[in-house]
């Protein structure tokens, strides 16, 4: 395919580079230059949603010329777009296949190491991510606070989505064919708090979604709660959850709501690290 041609307007000469110090091949400093000045159009743009010729060129500090230049390129590539009634430019379609391409590298249980321990060191409790694993939720990272050294190990453990909080969040973002069709099976009851009922069970995925956590209170195991919340990936996909797990005598009703609201920001802040919200 050929890419389009761009319509530029009369070059204005800029103003020269500063010497470099060192060996560099000729135009190695404009080069760079360039590159710099077309990640910064890029990132103006992700700021404000959408500029003029003369907005970014007054932001970067160049000539109106330079500047149109830079969105002839980034638009040739895909990675600007270009409002026809107004003449703003936008960012395309272009970046989100590069972000897409990174997103891909990033590694959740890698990048969620930091959150984990952060929270369960500012909890004292256990934090684990996990992800769908078929009609299962896998923990792929565990990181323990002191008041969780006796905690059992979560790593690894395949548990099941209607009777923990981590899997409740997987469970509510499934597609809804592959949702009603967990929810049409009989589902094992773990203990009398367990949720297996279709009606009552697709009324607590309903409500994770609308609240944007979930909740266990030995749902499970005797004894274990647990709340979670949803990590998303770059295009806000869930990707996984965060959850928090201790026993019910400290995760008490009264305090299970901070408790979420820490959780949330928790999984916000991994969702960051996956690239969401950029």
Do not use: M, P, W
């Given at each position: 395919m050929t890419r389009k041609q761009s319509q530029v307007e009369p070059d204005a000469p800029d103003a020269p580079d500063a010497p470099v110090s060192g060996k560099q091949p000729r135009g190695t400093s404009g080069a760079v230059q360039s590159v710099d000045r077309a990640v910064s159009v890029l990132e103006s743009?992700?700021?404000?949603?959408?500029?003029?010729?003369?907005?970014?060129?007054?932001?970067?500090?160049?000539?109106?010329?330079?500047?149109?230049?830079?969105?002839?390129?980034?638009?040739?590539?895909?990675?600007?777009?270009?409002?026809?009634?107004?003449?703003?430019?936008?960012?395309?379609?272009?970046?989100?296949?590069?972000?897409?391409a990174a997103a891909v590298r990033l590694d959740i249980s890698q990048e969620g190491g930091p959150v984990c321990r952060e929270l369960a060191d500012e909890l004292g409790e256990t934090v684990n991510i996990a992800v769908l694993d078929e009609d299962m939720a896998v923990n792929i990272m565990q990181a323990r606070g002191a008041a969780s050294v006796t905690a059992q190990n979560w790593l690894g453990r395949r548990t099941p989505l209607h009777a923990t909080s981590s899997g409740k969040v997987l469970f509510a973002q499934l597609p809804p064919v592959l949702r009603e069709g967990l929810l049409a099976r009989t589902l094992p009851r773990f203990t009398?708090?367990?949720?297996?009922?279709?009606?009552?069970?697709?009324?607590?995925?309903?409500?994770?979604?609308?609240?944007?956590?979930?909740?266990?209170?030995?749902?499970?195991?005797?004894?274990?709660?647990?709340?979670a919340a949803p990590a998303r990936a770059h295009d806000g996909k869930v990707i996984g959850a965060i959850s928090v797990s201790g026993p019910v005598f400290r995760l008490t009703e009264e305090n299970l709501p901070a408790l979420a609201k820490r959780t949330v920001a928790a999984a916000a802040e991994l969702s960051r690290r996956m690239g969401h919200g950029f």
């Open positions: 743009l992700a700021r404000h949603g959408e500029a003029g010729v003369t907005e970014i060129a007054d932001e970067l500090g160049v000539h109106k010329s330079t500047a149109f230049r830079l969105l002839g390129v980034l638009e040739n590539r895909g990675l600007v777009g270009q409002s026809k009634d107004r003449g703003k430019y936008y960012l395309g379609a272009g970046v989100l296949r590069l972000a897409g009398a708090h367990t949720i297996t009922g279709t009606t009552a069970l697709r009324a607590e995925l309903e409500a994770v979604e609308d609240q944007g956590f979930a909740v266990a209170v030995e749902e499970l195991e005797l004894g274990l709660a647990a709340v």
